[in-house]
């Protein structure tokens, strides 16, 4: 398939070529994007910087063979897929999830601020948002998981999610749909909480 | 499927992501002009996916970086091997290597001086010979007395 040799593809090819500062460039676009996904399935900052390390160096050795037939990004996002759902098999990360949550909830730093600033209301508000998302994607299986985080926080079309899925557009059109739909139940249920508990969220 | 039978909230989501053909993305609308329970899944989802732009982004640590180029910096086995074996090592090894193996040739082809039996026998006899020397005797009947006494001289040491 012929795609347009985008600037993360050519640094990808001198990569390949040996080339450390343009493996650099790639690292610094792409790392924020890398860490949140790897959150989205271990649910901790420092197991999630673990994770993207691996996965960093995997494309850096991967660089000889690389030749792009995709997106670089769906290339990426494709190691990452794999690392990330093969590291979940192996282990146990449901506890580490919920313990993950309630950090979150505890620790502005871990979760950083908007550079505008947020009130402190809006700030908690943000806070049991994630932890809305992080209960819904507890109930998620791993492809939906992966989808939904691709498509919400990475803003990737259907079409680049099914090549890194390995998957059809359709197939992946369903997980996606499951997953918000679980994602706006957890929603609700925050917000009639708030509402029970005489908070207004609107 | 009549548009009556089928399930179009399972379509809803594609929808508000832009990612429906045309033909179908218009189907969808006007289900939702006439669907009430439809519509307000609708909004619900719409309402939800604008919110997952709100929820606060994780920021990677700085050691992250540190990390991970200090790993891609650091030469691998084969840079490592390449980097010491430059011609000028290359070249200087191999005659190294080249004299070595001569040597252990040629020494194993040259088995080195042969001692001739009178050379031998003195070698083996060098204590007798210097006390012959000692006692001013020259003749070789004289080396079997003297072989005899250190015979016995050496028996007498405790």
């Not at chain 1, 030749?67 to 690392?83: D, G, M, V």
């Not at chain 1, 990360?93 to 909830?105: D, F, R, S």
């Not at chain 1, 601020?113 to 791993?142: F, H, I, T």
């Not at chain 2, 009178?118 to 003749?139: I, K, P, S, T």
Request: charged share 25%; aromatic share 6%; with cysteine.
């Amino acid at each position: 398939m012929s795609v347009p040799f985008d600037d993360d593809s050519r640094l990808m090819t001198q990569v390949g070529r040996g080339s450390r500062e343009a493996f650099a460039s790639l690292f610094d676009r792409h790392q924020a994007s890398v860490v949140r996904f790897c959150y989205r399935f271990v649910g901790t900052q420092a197991r999630a910087e673990e994770l993207a390390q691996d996965i960093f160096i995997k494309l850096f050795r991967s660089a000889k063979s690389y030749h792009p037939s995709a997106k670089f990004k769906t290339y990426l996002f494709r190691i990452a897929t794999n690392h990330c759902l093969n590291e979940v098999r192996r282990g146990d990360y449901k506890h580490e999830q919920l313990e993950g949550a309630t950090m979150n909830a505890e620790s502005p730093s871990v979760l950083e601020r908007e550079p505008g600033g947020e009130s402190p209301d809006q700030a908690l508000e943000g806070r049991e948002l994630e932890l809305a998302v992080v209960k819904a994607m507890g109930s998620m299986s791993e492809r939906e998981r992966a989808a939904f985080t691709m498509c919400r926080f990475e803003g990737m079309a259907y079409r680049d999610i099914a090549q890194t899925l390995s998957s059809s557009e359709s197939a992946v059109k369903s997980l996606i749909h499951r997953a918000t739909v679980q994602v706006m139940q957890q929603v609700e249920a925050l917000q009639a909480g708030l509402t029970n508990s005489g908070r207004s969220v609107a | 499927m009549t548009p009556q039978t089928r399930d179009w909230s399972e379509e809803l989501t594609a929808y508000i992501d832009g990612e429906l053909d045309p033909e179908t993305a218009k189907a969808v609308e006007e289900q939702l002009a006439t669907d009430v329970k439809l519509k307000a899944l609708e909004q619900q989802l719409r309402r939800t996916v604008s919110l997952m732009a709100t929820v606060p982004a994780l920021e990677p640590s700085s050691s992250l970086r540190r990390s991970v180029l200090s790993k891609v910096e650091a030469p691998t086995l084969g840079e490592r091997v390449r980097t010491f074996f430059t011609p000028g090592r290359l070249v200087g090894g191999l005659a190294l290597a080249s004299m070595a193996t001569l040597a252990v040739v040629v020494g194993a082809r040259d088995p080195g001086p042969v001692l001739s039996e009178e050379q031998l026998f003195l070698a083996q006899n060098m204590e007798v010979v210097e006390d012959l020397d000692l006692l001013g005797l020259e003749r070789s009947d004289d080396f079997d007395v003297v072989a005899s006494l250190h015979e016995l001289s050496e028996g007498e040491t405790p």
